[in-house]
Each structure stands twice: as structure tokens, then as C-alpha cells.
């Protein structure tokens, strides 16, 4: 038969799993010889069996029966001795941490018998009834299901009753009547008694325990950090140790460092004549743990012993529960303690600046989600403050702006030196200037991965989206949240991208001193700055660690050099589409509407220099480094003004009785012509390269032109020419035959050989399949991640990110968007057999990828695990990204997955 029920001296930290965490931590504080009042755990083995077929398994009853044997000999007390009544805690406690998502019932063992027994063995009546109606709660609660208002609220009505603000002035008769008053609670609420026999009170909380990891806030706890349903927890059954025995007794919680900043020191809360949860449920206010040292020297001297026992035994950061009852310390739970982003990684270079731990071990203990919340601005505080809104937390850091309601107004203010926040329902491309100009982006629709949020975290932008509660009204310039306030043009207001919160005026802003030094590119000045010097210290160490190069994906020469700044070796994606927008439109409309071959020839001869002169740009910003350039991809009529926008003014012009527009009329014409359904499946990427003659022979002189500029100017140039959206080999070689033909022809005119090479994206499903035949034409593959997995799924992301996918998470088909980590299955398997295909035919084939995928770490990872040669992300990414790529080259065992969720 399994072994259900494990001693605390039979486990250990190594066994949280069939433990749970809390099970581990008291076995191993056991082993260590701390002081932790005796106890034994039930599995979670146990839990999912009972959870399974609804009862307990077998011979679980026996087990129980002989460890509680044990423990009441240990404890020189018995389980419902009416002399010297032995209590019990009854304690939740899953492998991963779910802070109060689950239960616990104290006290357990106290009835109108033993109460007395308690009151007798040195407590006192007053501690014996203030325990009892701690454990009637609890029961009533937990094991029995009844809302705990109702015991509150006979609590506060004997507190006004009394004239009483605070429980500790309750007298001994006080509480004993309100025993009387919670019993007669249960007994209407529930419809039973409570129970005067332990054994039952006991089994039933145990039930009740296992019962309570299905509860509706536990599950939503476990979607939302993506803990599997399945783990059960275990149950923790142990020795009540009390805090609330009078004046020299208290409970507290302790840190071994800051877990807001990683410094070193004493933290805590401690609060005196308290028992369990009152610590954190702020009944009362705490005391911090600094003063226990003044109430109880001997226990403080005692707990900062054992704190520094435990930070060198766990080599982390820890926390724990303790209480002290009457002058005796008890340890009651330790865990490796969850700290923020900067704590994270000042603990992980302090502990390897002490020895504790090693580079790489450090490195574990750090994530590139972390490193990027380290690069934004933050507010010092805006907790205290109500919000105007709640929205989507998209993208973190703090943003101080007047509000604007369109893209061009931002621009305008922005110029003139003022800060604003752009706040639109959604936004689109044509918002980008907007965006750019602008500190955040505030919307009303959309989710983490809508247009908003992805462009603002690739711009290190601050971004709160789907502020639901918010009526944006951009016609009449303003905003109105659902109690009335308006917030017009111009109101200052300030957005927290971390918290996902908006608030009306100004609150105290705090700048990342991280990514002022990685702007810089050097620690310099700022080495003073412990936190930039953990961050540089790990950043080198992962950089000498990866496989993987880490490239950036920009468009224009700025960002290619703070790209570099950043550590990126090379660009993986620089789009084209850009440089056909703002006063080039008109070109790209000549081009379009061009009656005739010499018209087409004469607009596409005008945008030449203009775009060698970007390409110049962009390939002197990344001297010496490679540079991947893609040709055009969107359809063409994204270029051209929307077909509404063109039938309405032309309607307006006619109402008027005006003659509208001839140039309008031939736009109009050309829009509906060129009108797709689905234009994310039409016209577009090589197909416009096979169909629109001349444009993309213009894209490559002008960079091949460019090449030669930048070598006749002493430069290293390295491009590389990538054709967007191939599905087969046929249409790759096409394009190359025609790009290899310009290439000769400026080589020719020139004299230099700019022999550039020449790759695809793989990002079409065909694509991915036919690989080994592609890279026959193909020199180097890059994912399109973003349209593969769009391509993969069938799903169009801008449609369904609002209309299913919260349904589609809720509903568990996928934990997180496909569209933000990478969906391995699908998607991941397209990548690979692309890859060993691809190499198959030419062996060395350089592949990496270029979507959004590339700054996301889970993903990464899985990059690293495929055999790529390089990610490639936004600018901002590439310190989260080098240090993933370098995480990814830990084994398992050094990475601490799990313990610190
Ligand atoms: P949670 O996981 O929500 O922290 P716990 O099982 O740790 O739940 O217990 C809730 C509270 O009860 C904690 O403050 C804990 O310290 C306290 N507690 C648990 N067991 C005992 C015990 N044996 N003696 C005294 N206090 C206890
Ligand atoms: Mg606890
Ligand atoms: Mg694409």
C-alpha cells in the first residue's frame, strides 16, 4: 500500500512535490534542527486520489491514526484530553506557492470539554476561549462552507456592544459568550452542530483542505501563473504553538533580505497577542520586526540566527512564518520568497559576490521578464490613489502626458517640447507617429498582444490597453469614466503600465537607472548604482555564455544604433514599408495610378535615392555587422487613403454640387480595384515582387547602391536581401533571378562586386514544408513567427486577440496567446522540421527569426533548444533576449522554475 503520511523528520526539501512546498520547507527546517513544532504531511499523492474518486484512500485512517500516536507523544499532550488537550493546525500547502488561495484550520481539537483543559494547563480562560472561537470560525468557513461575514459580523456587534475597538480587549467572558454566539451560527447557517468530537472536526478539515485546491480563486490563481490543475495539494498536520498566550507571545513573518530591493536587513512584520492569519489580514496593525528586538531580545536574537542559517542553506532569499509563545520561538514555514524585479537580481550578484552561489546559478535566478521591467520609468507610488481606470497592464513603467486624442495632435504638442499620453479606442499603423511622439498609449479595446501593446513594448513605450470603463470620444477630444469625470485635450494625467492603471494629474515619477545604462552602452558613471552593477555583471556573464546571437529588428538608422547600444549584432528584420509613408505616399501613388511604363518608371525613379539614402543610414548605424533587409510585403493599397474616407469625400464634394476631385476619382477607382477581402492572404510580400513591375528591382538598386556608398566611404556594409511570404521554391527563384540580375548590373555600372545574399522568411505553412526544396534558392531562412503562427492556427490575430481569446484562455485551449509565446507544438514543429530540412539541402544554412516571438523568453528558449542560429527583436528586447538565449544554455538543474512562482 503508498505511503500516505509522512514525519516532518522523513522529508525534505528535495520532496516538494509529493510534499507540497510548505511540507518540504517544515521537514527540512526539521532536519536543520530548527525549532518547528512537530507535525506530519499527507501527500498530494493522497489529495489526488481523493479528488479522483471522492474518497480517502485506503488505510489512510490507520496511517493517520499511528503518526498522530507519534505526535502526541512527542508533544506530551493528547488529542481531546479534557486535562491537557493536544491542538492542531490543519494546513493547505500545493508543490508551487498559492498564497492564501487555499485553507488552513487552527485551533483544532478545542470543545466544550477540552476548552477547560486548556484554560487549566497555564493559558488562562480568556487565551482557552479566544483559541476556541478562532477554530469555530475557521470550521465554520472552511470545513462547512458558511461565509465569513457571518462570524464578523457577531464579532463587531459584540465589539460595539461591549464599547470595544480592538479583539484584545475582549475579556475572558466576552469570548466565551461569543463561542456560544459562533455555535449557534453553525448550527442555523449550516444545519449542525459543531462537532465536539477532534477526530471528526480533524478528518473533516483535512477533506476540506483537499477539497479547497479546487476552490474558484485557487483555479484562477493556477491559470493565471500557469500552475497545472492536477498537482493536489498536500495536508499539514501539526502541533498548535500560540502567539496569542498573552503578553510575551506574537507572530510575525520574516524576510532574510528586502524582497523589494534585495538589500540586505531585517524585515518584517510582527504583531504581539496575535495568532495565524491576523498578521496578514491586517486586523491589526503590525509592528515591523525591528521592534521585536526591544519586546523579546532573546526570540529576535533567535529568528535572526535561524534566518541567516536558512539563507545559507538555501543559498536564496527566504521568507518565513514564526510565531513566539510565551518567550519560545517556533519556526512555522520558510520558503524561497518571491522578490521584484530588482531584487531578483541584486540578491542574485550578491549571493555570488558572497560565494553562495555560482555565475551561472545566478543567472538562474534572473529572467529577461524581470530585466525588462527594469528598463522602464516607475511611480514611486500609486497605490494610495483611486484610479480613473483599471485596463490591461501591456507595458510597463510610468508615463506623465497630457491627454491627446489623435495621432497628429500628438505630434504637434510633442514638437513643441510638451509630453502627452495619445488615448485612442484602438490603435492602428496610422498612429505611429502618435505613438512615437507620445509617452504612452492609452486605449479602450484590445488586449496585451492588440496593436497598442505590441508596438508600445517594442518601443519601450508605456501602454495600458482595454480600459474598458473609459467612453473615448476622439471627435470631441475627450474621455468620461463611468462616475462622469471628464478628461479633455490637455488634462495631465498619468498612466502606470505596470499596475495597468490610469490617474488624473500628476503623480511622482522615478527613472530606471538600468536603462539609462544600457542607453549608454557601459556601466560609467552610473558603476556606483549597485543595481546597474548586478545587471552588468550578469548581462556579461550570459553574453560569454550563449549560443544564440541576438539580433534587433529596426527600421531606421536611430534605432539600429540604440539597437546597438543594447548589444545587438546585426539587424534580423528591417522593413521597408516605412520608408513608402508621410510625403512619399504621393510617389507610391504615382507609381500606382501610373497610366503608362514611363509613368510607373519616373515615380519609382523618384523614390530611388530616397530609399538609398535610409539604406545608407541604416548600414552605416550597424557598420560591421550584418543587416537584413527585407523587401516590401504589405499590399499595395495600404499605401493608398482609406476607401471610406475617399467615397465620403467624394459624396461631400457632389452634395455641395461641387465637381470632385479628378485625382480623387482615379484613387477611388484604384482603392476598389485593388480591394481584397482577405489582404493578409492576398496581394502581398513576393507575390507584389511577381506582379508590380519594376518596384522591387528599385528596392534592391537602391541597396546595393547604398553598399557601394557606404564601402567608397571607408564603411563595412553587410546586407543581406530577404523576399517576404514565399510558400514555394519556384516563386524564390524568380525574385533572385531578378535580384541577382540588378545586383550584376550596379556591380557592373560600379565596378564593386556587391554580391548580396539573398534569403526568405519562412512564415507560410507551404513554406515550412517544402524547406529542403527552398533552400536550394535560399541562403539564409528567417520565421516570420507572427504571420506563421497566424498562418499555422488560420487565425487572423487583429481578430480574434478581442473577440475569442479571452475564451479561448478562460476556457484553457491555450494558456498563453500563441501570438506572445511560441506555440511548440504547431508552430514550433513547422520551425523545426523547416530547419533540419532546410539543412538537410545545404548544410550550415544560417536560420534565425524576426518575430515578435524573438524577444519573448519562453520562446527563446525553445529557439535555442531548435538549433537557431539567432533571435531577432525590437530594440528594447535584445538585453532581455541575450539574457535569455544565455538562460536557455543552463540544464534544468540550474534553473529555478517553480520555486520562486
Ligand atoms: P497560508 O499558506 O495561507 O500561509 P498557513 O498554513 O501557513 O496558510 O497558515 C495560516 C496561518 O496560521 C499562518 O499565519 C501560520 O503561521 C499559522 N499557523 C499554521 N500552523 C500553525 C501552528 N501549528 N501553530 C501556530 N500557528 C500556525
Ligand atoms: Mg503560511
Ligand atoms: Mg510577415
Known amino acids: 500500500m503508498a505511503k500516505n503520511i509522512y514525519d516532518f523528520d522523513e522529508g525534505g526539501r528535495e520532496m516538494a512535490g509529493l510534499l507540497g512546498g510548505k511540507g518540504a520547507g517544515l521537514a527540512e527546517m526539521t532536519r536543520m534542527g530548527l525549532p518547528v513544532p512537530p507535525g506530519f504531511t499527507v501527500t498530494t499523492e493522497a489529495c489526488r486520489s481523493y479528488l479522483l474518486t471522492g474518497a480517502e484512500p485506503a488505510g489512510l485512517r ?16 493528547r488529542l481531546g484530553d479534557p486535562h491537557a488537550p493536544l491542538l492542531l493546525s490543519v494546513r493547505s500547502g500545493a508543490r508551487f506557492s498559492m498564497p492564501g488561495m487555499m485553507e488552513t484550520v487552527l485551533d483544532i481539537g478545542l ?55 480592538d479583539d484584545r480587549a475582549l475579556t475572558a467572558d466576552d469570548l466565551a459568550d461569543l463561542v456560544e454566539v459562533y455555535k449557534a451560527v453553525i448550527r442555523s447557517a449550516a444545519g449542525e452542530d459543531f462537532p465536539q468530537d477532534p477526530r471528526e472536526q480533524l478528518h473533516r478539515s483535512v477533506q476540506a483542505v483537499f477539497h479547497s485546491w479546487n476552490s474558484e480563486r485557487a ?20 502541533m498548535m504553538v500560540f ?5 510575551r507571545s506574537g507572530t510575525g513573518v520574516a524576510f532574510t533580505r528586502d524582497p523589494a530591493t534585495g538589500r540586505p536587513g531585517v524585515y518584517g512584520d510582527y504583531l504581539a497577542g496575535a495568532q495565524g492569519e491576523d498578521v496578514v489580514s491586517g ?120 491627454a491627446v486624442f489623435d495621432s497628429a495632435e500628438a505630434v504637434r504638442r510633442a514638437a513643441a517640447g510638451e509630453k502627452v499620453v495619445l488615448i485612442r479606442r484602438e490603435t492602428t499603423p496610422d498612429d505611429l507617429p502618435g505613438m512615437v511622439a507620445a509617452q504612452a498609449v492609452l486605449t479602450s479595446r484590445g488586449g496585451k498582444t492588440s496593436h497598442a501593446a505590441v508596438v508600445a ?37 498619468s498612466v502606470d503600465g505596470t499596475a495597468g492603471t490610469v490617474h488624473l494629474g500628476v503623480l511622482t515619477l522615478r527613472t530606471s537607472p538600468v536603462a539609462a545604462y544600457l542607453e549608454s552602452g557601459d556601466a560609467g558613471d552610473l558603476v556606483g548604482d549597485d543595481l546597474v552593477r548586478a545587471v552588468d555583471r550578469l548581462l556579461h556573464h550570459a553574453d560569454g555564455l550563449r549560443r544564440m546571437e541576438v539580433r534587433a529588428n529596426a527600421d531606421t538608422p536611430e534605432d539600429a544604433a540604440r539597437a546597438r547600444r543594447f548589444g545587438a549584432q546585426g539587424i534580423g528584420l528591417c522593413r521597408t514599408e516605412h520608408m513608402f509613408l508621410g510625403e512619399r505616399r504621393r510617389l507610391v501613388e504615382a507609381m500606382i495610378l501610373a497610366r503608362s511604363d514611363t509613368e510607373r518608371r519616373q515615380a519609382l525613379k523618384a523614390l530611388l535615392p530616397l530609399q538609398r539614402a535610409d539604406f545608407t543610414g541604416i548600414l552605416a548605424a550597424m557598420d560591421g555587422l550584418p543587416v537584413t533587409i527585407r523587401l516590401l510585403d504589405p499590399p499595395l493599397h495600404e499605401f493608398l487613403p482609406d476607401r471610406t474616407a475617399l467615397t465620403a469625400r467624394l459624396a461631400a464634394a457632389e452634395a455641395r454640387g461641387e465637381t470632385p476631385e479628378p485625382h480623387d476619382r482615379e484613387l477611388l477607382a484604384a482603392v476598389e480595384s485593388m480591394h481584397e477581402v482577405n489582404p493578409m492572404l492576398g496581394l502581398r510580400g513576393v507575390r507584389l515582387a511577381l506582379v508590380a513591375p519594376g518596384l522591387i528591382a528599385m528596392q534592391v538598386r537602391a541597396l546595393a547602391e547604398a553598399v557601394v556608398d557606404r564601402r567608397r566611404a571607408g564603411g563595412d556594409p553587410h546586407a543581406e536581401i530577404m523576399v517576404p511570404l514565399v510558400a514555394s521554391a519556384t516563386e524564390l527563384r524568380l525574385v533572385k533571378t531578378e535580384i541577382k540580375q540588378v545586383l550584376a548590373e550596379v556591380s557592373t555600372a560600379t565596378g564593386t562586386d556587391v554580391d548580396l545574399s539573398v534569403g526568405t522568411m519562412i512564415e507560410l505553412p507551404r513554406a515550412a514544408l517544402t524547406a529542403g526544396r527552398i533552400a536550394e534558392e535560399a541562403e539564409f531562412f528567417s520565421y516570420g513567427t507572427n504571420d506563421l503562427t497566424q498562418t499555422v492556427w488560420g487565425m487572423s490575430r487583429d481578430d480574434v486577440e478581442a473577440e475569442f481569446f ?25 520551425v523545426r522540421i523547416a530547419t533540419a530540412e532546410g539543412r538537410e539541402t545545404r548544410p550550415g544554412l544560417v536560420t534565425g527569426v524576426c518575430g515578435e516571438h524573438g524577444g519573448d523568453p519562453a520562446s527563446v528558449r525553445f529557439f535555442d533548444r531548435a538549433g537557431l542560429d539567432y533571435v531577432s527583436c525590437s530594440p528594447f528586447r535584445v538585453p532581455v533576449a541575450r539574457l535569455e538565449a544565455a538562460r536557455a544554455r543552463l540544464d534544468d538543474a540550474h534553473r529555478h522554475t517553480g520555486d520562486t512562482r
Not at 310 to 336: K, N
Not at 341 to 370: K, M, P
Not at 458 to 487: H, I, N, S, W, Y
Open 283 to 402: 486586523v491589526r496593525d503590525a509592528l515591523p520586526l525591528a521592534e521585536l528586538e526591544q519586546l523579546d531580545p532573546a526570540a529576535y536574537r533567535a529568528l535572526r540566527g535561524y534566518l541567516a542559517l536558512l539563507e545559507t542553506h538555501y543559498r536564496d532569499l527566504c521568507d518565513v512564518e514564526f510565531t513566539v509563545d510565551d518567550g519560545t520561538l517556533w519556526m512555522l514555514q520558510t520558503r524561497i520568497g518571491k522578490r521584484t524585479a530588482e531584487a531578483a537580481f541584486r540578491i542574485a550578484a550578491q549571493l555570488a559576490d558572497e560565494g553562495l552561489i555560482t555565475q551561472d546559478e545566478a543567472l538562474a535566478r534572473v529572467t529577461g521578464e524581470q530585466l525588462g521591467r527594469l528598463l522602464f520609468p516607475r511611480f514611486a507610488d500609486s497605490t494610495g490613489r483611486r484610479p480613473l481606470a483599471h485596463g490591461v497592464p501591456a507595458s510597463p513603467g510610468a508615463a506623465i502626458g497630457a
Open 243 to 247: 502567539g496569542n498566550h498573552g503578553p
Open 457 to 493: 513594448r517594442g518601443m519601450g513605450k508605456v501602454c495600458v490597453c482595454g480600459a474598458e470603463q473609459l467612453t473615448v470620444d476622439p471627435a470631441g477630444r475627450r474621455f468620461t469614466t463611468p462616475d462622469g469625470t471628464v478628461v479633455a485635450e490637455g488634462d495631465v494625467i
Open 806 to 830: 479571452p475564451a479561448y484562455l478562460a476556457q484553457g485551449v491555450f494558456d498563453t496567446s500563441p501570438f506572445e509565446t511560441l506555440d511548440r507544438d504547431g508552430v514550433g514543429r513547422m
Open 62 to 77: 490507520d496511517e493517520l491514526e499511528r503518526h498522530l500516536s507519534v505526535l502526541e507523544r512527542a508533544a506530551g499532550r
Open 219 to 238: 483555479r484562477l490563481y493556477r491559470r493565471r501563473e500557469h500552475i497545472p490543475d492536477d498537482l493536489g495539494t498536500a495536508v499539514n498536520i501539526q
Open 111 to 165: 470543545t466544550d470539554a477540552t476548552v477547560h483543559g486548556l484554560a487549566g494547563t497555564g493559558g488562562g480562560k480568556r487565551f482557552a476561549y479566544d483559541s476556541y472561537r478562532r477554530l469555530l470560525q475557521m470550521y465554520g468557513s472552511t470545513v462547512l462552507g458558511l461565509h465569513r461575514g457571518l462570524f464578523e459580523s457577531a464579532l463587531t456587534r459584540l465589539k460595539t456592544a461591549r464599547g470595544l475597538a
